[in-house]
């Protein structure tokens, strides 16, 4: 199958890429490199251009059999600072990227959504019936697109599967590539870094939450678990899936303070200090992922441990220059 990856030449984006490739799928990357890099895409042919650009993906699209959407801004914290960037990209050139599939003959489209559609859930793990509160306009902008998927689904016939995953962590096992954020806001690159000594301490926000050892809880998965699922998804629209929203998570919890324990087994102390707590910070995020592995045979196979490794093996082998 000819794949589009919109966003491919970011974090999970050129994970699947790679993932598909393998599968023997056929890839174009399509990126613009605001947040991406070009050396992820090596390998693949490569376009280099926005989603709101409709005359250059028209012709894009003439030639593939499915989208994958991973191209939006992705900051919890600046979409409260700057909603108005993320509902134009998320939602303005996320519908103007819809609306040129819808006219082009590819009718399968998998979305990588975010459990940040919950909000702060009330129960834990999370279920796919939970109801989709978003607390910020990130998890509002992606809520929105799900919506829109639906609402093109019945009306053009669109297959789609909107994954909502929870927190991406590690590298590809070749450490050929792995996370490069700017800013980096994720914890384990960040605690890896401060080991490493190439960052300053570690901020741990709040050791007061109702959890174990006082911090938050959170549902760790690899990249390249993530990566399966989205072409498992793919070949299950191909299989005549029915449209669907899915969590992906390992259904394991782990605090902030058992994830420095981990990065310490691997890089060594890593130096931090507390910080106040962050407002809306849910104390357990946990997914159910029983409905994800029902429909797509798919399960998270990767430990917290090799999470870990690989994204210490990711930073130690990364080229300097990263354009």
Known sequence: MRVVVIGGAGYIGSHTAHVLQKRGHEVLVYDNLSTGHAFLAKGFAFIQANISETSTLMAVLEKADAIMHFAAHAYVGESCEKPRKYFANNVEAGLALLNAVVDSRVRYFVFSSTCAVYGVPATVPIKEQTPREPVNPYGASKLFFEHAL???????????????????????ESGKIGELHHPETH??????????GTRPELEIYGDDYPTPDGTCIRDYIHVNDLAEAHALALEYLAKGGEPVGLNLGTGMGH???????????????????????????????????ARAQQLLNWKANCSLQHSVSTAWNWMQMREPKTH
């Open 150 to 172: 639906k609402a093109y689904s019945t009306a053009y016939g669109l297959r789609f599967v909107s994954l909502r995953y929870f927190n991406a962590a590690g590298a590809d």
């Open 187 to 196: 914890l384990i690159p960040l605690a890896l870094a401060a080991a490493a």
């Open 255 to 289: 605090s902030v303070n058992e994830v420095l324990r981990a990065v310490e087994n691997i890089a060594g102390k890593v130096p931090k200090r507390m910080a106040p707590r962050r407002p809306g910070d849910p104390a357990v995020l946990v997914a159910d992922s």
